[in-house]
Nanobody, 126 residues
């Protein structure tokens, strides 16, 4: 059974950093794409990143490129999203998602993933 559990959200000041984690189980990270998405109140869901461990490559959305970094720990089945230089507009609920048939060439905003976590809240406030 595929499961995804996010953690690491919280309150951070502008310019600060947070590291989100997506603990996966029930599948191999070699075989699935992992996407990070976020959704702020009143806004559409936005793609943050897409990675597929077997490709060794991650793509990022324009609004986070250069500030956010995805890393994969295959020993624990955990995908991390390191978020630096956080801005007010980064505040949202962040979700990780997994899908066997998705390829990152589809783009970060492709969201037809079969499996989603419950989300973790990121608040950016001074």
């Amino acid at each position: 059974q595929v499961q995804l559990v996010e953690s690491g959200g919280g309150l951070v000041q502008p310019g600060g950093s947070l590291r989100l984690s997506c603990k996966t189980s029930g599948f191999s990270l070699d075989d699935y794409a992992i996407g990070w998405f976020r959704q702020a109140p009143g806004k559409e869901r936005e793609g943050v990143s897409c990675s597929r461990y077997s490709d060794g490559r991650t793509i990022y959305g324009d609004s986070v490129r250069g500030r956010f970094t995805v890393s994969t720990d295959t020993t624990t089945g955990t995908v991390h999203l390191q978020m630096n230089s956080l801005k007010f507009e980064d505040a949202a609920v962040y979700y990780c998602a997994a899908d066997r048939a998705t390829w990152c060439a589809y783009g970060v905003n492709y969201s037809a993933y079969d499996h989603w976590g419950q989300g973790t809240q990121v608040t950016v406030s001074s």
